[in-house]
């Protein structure tokens, strides 16, 4: 059996998915219940009184070349959050089966698992080698239970490209055994291929991609699953037959133009000299002492004072996120990169400490 339905729970793999309107928009439409009238505050171009169309064909085709893979490995959700919600509930069963996760890691991984009444295991990335992934450990906690194995490159909270060896030594050691998901939310600030040119080379490698991060599209809410054609089948069962909003398919199909994607690689070089001078401002601060290195538009900071960090930041009208109720990162904050204003004001209300 293809391994990526014979690690799918069994109910999955029989699922009948509902059966939405049939997607004819040159008919008009008497078939779906919909009312014939648009409200009044309604300016789109397709009416906000219809349903969109499933799995939009032209969002696919061009998250589709974007990402450089067929439309038949791409499954757009509502961020990379439902992706893995999406991931959970095909291969995890209740009390049987486990994720494993590399920590400290983003914790969408732990709760979609958690919903699903699943173990997560847990093996620690390499703080004294740059937060690096030990394949041999992680491998060596693996084990048939384990469906799911989430690596998160560059990772959050962290900020760290992971090793493209070591994530390629993960994928083929358990190719046909467990889902890799690879989340590769922040990859676009890191420069670095993806490895979704690795689908066709391992079958039970799984990506995750956001138009959240570099496209600047986290309130319309945009992810994607690039994967082999008959894991996306399995989640197109799953997602809600309406799941992307008409306003947010017109919204990304917008910031994926060809002209609105230069602008956008432009923002991002721009960004990522921001960050490096905002890595120097941090440095410099009595309040900080240690930047982590970044492959991301944040920084990882500790502080020997994380609470007069904070009390100094939110006094100058900005807030940063506190970490410390990770026990792998007791005095350490994370900082999104901002504009130089934004950037400046931060450092300007550390300057006394």
């Known amino acids: 059996m293809n391994p990526l339905l014979a690690l799918a729970r069994p109910e999955i793999r029989t699922l009948k998915p509902y059966a939405h309107a049939a997607w004819l ?5 008497l078939h779906a219940n919909e009312a014939p ?19 939009p064909a032209a969002l696919i085709e061009r998250l589709a070349a974007v990402y450089e893979v067929a439309p038949e490995n791409v499954l757009a959700a509502r961020g990379s959050d439902e992706a893995i919600d999406v991931l959970s509930r095909i291969y995890l069963r209740a009390g049987a089966d486990a994720i494993l996760q590399c920590t400290p890691t983003f914790g969408m991984y732990q709760v979609a698992a958690r919903i699903q009444g699943a173990d997560i295991l847990e093996v620690p990335l390499r703080r004294e080698r740059g937060w690096d992934l030990d394949p041999d450990a992680l491998l060596a906690a693996w084990h048939p239970g ?24 993960v994928c083929a050691a358990l190719d046909g055994k467990a889902i890799v998901g690879v989340d590769e939310a922040y990859i676009e600030w890191s420069g670095a291929p993806s490895i979704a040119r ?5 079958a039970t490698l799984a990506v995750l991609r956001t138009l959240s991060k570099a496209h600047a599209l986290a309130g319309a809410r945009i992810g994607t699953l690039l994967a082999h054609p008959s894991l996306i089948e399995l989640a197109r069962r799953i997602v809600p037959p309406y799941c992307l909003a008409q306003p947010t398919i017109d919204a990304a199909l917008a910031a994926l133009t060809p002209a609105e994607l230069r602008a956008t690689q432009e923002k991002l070089r ?9 890595r120097r ?4 601060c009595a309040l900080v002492s240690a930047v982590h290195d970044s492959d991301c538009n944040f920084l990882l900071i500790d502080s020997p004072d994380a609470d007069e ?9 900005l807030i940063v ?27 300007t209300s550390l300057e006394s400490a």
């Open 37 to 55: 009238w648009r409200p009044t505050a309604d300016a789109g171009a397709s009416g906000l009184n219809r349903y969109p169309e499933p799995q």
């Open 281 to 284: 401002g941090l440095e410099a």
């Open 321 to 347: 996120r506190d970490l410390r109720g990770n026990p792998a990162l007791p005095r350490s904050l994370r900082i999104t990169v901002g504009t130089r204003a934004q950037n400046d004001a931060l450092l």
């Open 146 to 169: 384990v469906k799911l194995v989430y690596l998160c490159s560059p990772n959050n909270p962290t900020g760290n490209l992971l090793d493209a060896g070591a994530v390629e030594a």
């Open 309 to 317: 960090f904070m009390r100094r930041s939110i006094a100058g009208g």
């Open 270 to 278: 721009a960004l990522l000299a921001e960050r490096e001078s905002l």
């Open 198 to 202: 690795r689908l066709d080379k391992y």
């Open 25 to 29: 928009p040159s008919l008009t439409r």
